[in-house]
């Protein structure tokens, strides 16, 4: 290991931010969290409080003039990253940045340009690649283990919707929830999505659909070399965060289950029944939330590729796109049209 760890500031103290702070204190010892920016000056002394940490702000320009802050890890609402990407970039500083980089490419790709033309490295949190459960699917495919793949089913449904205030500036559901299934399919797969097919309403809350968006999806995909995929989504399943996957291929098939605070199964004369799976996203994937950042860290440190790039932070948003406008315009919608349509 390099003789000095890599000095890291924050920006953005929220709920994911939080966390963040909590593995880079306490579980990356490559790491070393110097300071904290948050707009709500508030959220940024506490995190600095529970970190210990000598400075905090709530001005984030703060942290990129910073001479000694090798790197920023971006936690910032969404309607933020794009520009705090190109303004860490011209810093000079190396990036990690919460999902997704933008809500529109024009953004995401000045973003991307402005990381290039720096020459520092931008990783995308897209953590569940780094779950155990989704690794081990990967790899079965990279092993053909199960042959050829023909089929992929995603199920990812949390357990009840965000506030109707998130909802208005979160994108919608495409971009903000099934964004990270998105980026799973094109993640196990190994290939990319070509076109895509949505049915959508809103079957949880009508304030969701009053607020301009759906709360329930299936979205149909074709990739590139033929596989098709599925994706369901739901903003409310009432037994708890629903996270599953099943590839299906020429010689068999690989599935995930939920995962359990424990093993432990009533029997009676009623029935047979366990308790609830994990929570939701904070319970359910944490060691990827550690995995992801230890290994933009090692990336860093060691001067190697980041495991998921702006081009992996990129695409997915591609899809949603075209995610929406399938839905809008009831047809199938090929991803070229949404590149064709946003840059020309
Ligand atoms: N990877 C995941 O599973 C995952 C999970 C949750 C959230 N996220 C993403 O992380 C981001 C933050 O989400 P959250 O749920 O933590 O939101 P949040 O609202 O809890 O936190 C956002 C924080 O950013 C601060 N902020 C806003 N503008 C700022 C600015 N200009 N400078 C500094 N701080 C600023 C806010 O004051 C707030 O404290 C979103 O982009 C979201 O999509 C990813």
Redesign the pocket.
């Known amino acids: 290991m390099p003789a000095d760890r890599l000095r890291i500031g924050l920006?953005?103290?929220?709920?994911?931010?939080?966390?963040h702070a909590v593995h880079l204190a306490t579980r990356i010892p490559a790491a070393r969290l110097l300071m904290v920016?948050?707009?709500?000056e508030e959220?940024?002394r506490n995190c600095a409080e529970r970190h210990a940490l000598a400075r905090f702000s709530?001005?984030?320009r703060v942290v990129l003039d910073s001479p000694d802050i090798q790197a920023v890890v971006?936690?910032?609402?969404?309607?933020?990253?794009a520009?705090?990407i190109e303004e860490a970039a011209r810093a000079g500083k190396h990036i990690f940045c919460?999902?997704?980089i933008a809500l529109d490419l024009p953004s995401i790709d000045r973003a991307i340009a402005a990381v290039e033309r720096a020459g520092v490295k931008l990783q995308i949190?897209?953590?569940?690649r780094f779950d155990a459960n989704y690794r081990r699917v990967r790899q079965a495919v990279e092993g053909e283990e199960i042959g050829s793949p023909h089929l992929l089913h995603i199920t990812s449904r949390d357990p009840s919707p965000p506030p109707i205030s998130?909802i208005r500036v979160?994108g919608g559901l495409f971009l903000?929830m099934m964004i990270?299934d998105f980026d799973m399919a094109r993640f196990l797969i190994g290939s990319e999505v070509e076109e895509v097919f949505t049915l959508a309403g809103v079957m949880v809350d009508p304030a969701i659909g009053e607020a301009g968006d759906v709360d329930t999806a299936v979205v149909m995909l074709r990739f590139a070399n033929g596989i098709i995929a599925t994706i369901d989504n739901s903003r409310r399943a009432v037994y708890g965060y629903d996270q599953r996957v099943e590839l299906l291929g020429s010689a068999g098939m690989i599935s995930t289950d939920n995962n359990y605070a424990n093993s432990a199964v009533i029997s009676d004369e009623r029935g047979v029944r366990r308790d609830l799976p994990l929570h939701f996203?904070?319970e359910r994937?944490s060691e990827s939330?550690v995995a992801e950042m230890a290994a933009f860290v090692e990336a860093v440190l060691y001067d190697r590729l980041v495991p998921v790039c702006g081009q992996d932070g990129r695409v997915p948003v591609v899809m949603a796109l075209a995610a929406q406008r399938s839905l809008e315009e009831r047809r199938p919608v090929r991803l070229s049209e949404i590149e064709q349509g946003e840059m020309g």
């Open positions: 920006i953005g103290a929220g709920r994911i931010g939080s966390l920016a948050d707009a709500n959220a940024a709530r001005d984030y971006i936690c910032s609402s969404t309607d933020t990253h520009r705090i919460e999902k997704p949190g897209f953590n569940r998130y979160s903000d990270h996203f904070l994937y939330f």
